[in-house]
């Protein structure tokens, strides 16, 4: 019996410390070091409302906002996930054809990869500069902003994916779309 209750007694030990006391001091740790990260990285509109988080994608639909990539999750972050189909898989080839045509994509004006193909999470919320510039046409048309304006925001909000050596610029899709929204164009026509 003896053996028992000290075995009990480590077992709530062993519970306190490694299932309240260490998350509620990892917790608290983050909330002062860094809130911003700690909370998901959430963006918020004039009135408090969450409309999104840094670093999650989400879908955009109408054609003045630049796309995503695509997601083999929809952009849920609770199944986010690859969609563990080969790249044989006729499914993988149908959704690259649909993109394509979505983008209006041929021989002449070739979709950038990572507009055709989900990354392995299926929630980056980058593109590259390439997959970027490829839409700015259609972007700069919908809203009717020069196009030399929307390459500024672009180049604003682009950064380095490996500052050690590698030359890709991403952009950050719901940034550069929050920052067109706030962009008021005044036409002089």
């Known amino acids: 019996m003896k053996h028992l209750i000290i075995s009990l007694k480590l077992i709530v030990l062993t519970i306190a410390v490694c299932c309240i006391a260490y998350p509620a001091l990892i917790y608290a740790a983050a909330q002062i070091c860094t809130p911003y990260t700690a909370n998901g990285w959430l963006l918020t509109d004039k009135t408090g409302k969450v409309t999104g988080s840094e670093i999650i994608a989400q879908a955009f639909a109408q054609d003045k906002y630049f796309q995503p990539r695509p997601s083999a999750a929809d952009y849920n972050a609770s199944s986010a996930g690859g969609s563990n189909l080969s790249p044989n898989n006729p499914a993988i080839a149908e959704r690259a054809k649909t993109l394509i045509a979505k983008f209006n994509a ?3 004006n070739k979709l950038p990869a990572d507009l055709a193909t989900a990354s392995g999470s299926g929630l980056d ?6 997959a970027a510039l490829f839409q700015a046409k259609r972007v ?9 304006k929307i390459k500024e925001i672009l180049n604003k909000n682009a950064f380095r994916a490996n500052p050690l050596g590698d030359e890709t610029m991403l952009i950050n899709v719901l940034m550069v779309n929050r920052e067109l929204d706030s962009y008021i164009v005044v036409n002089f026509r």
């Open 106 to 108: 041929d021989g002449k």
């Open 125 to 130: 919320p980058h593109i590259t500069m390439k």
């Open 140 to 148: 700069a048309d919908s809203r009717n902003m020069s196009i030399d």
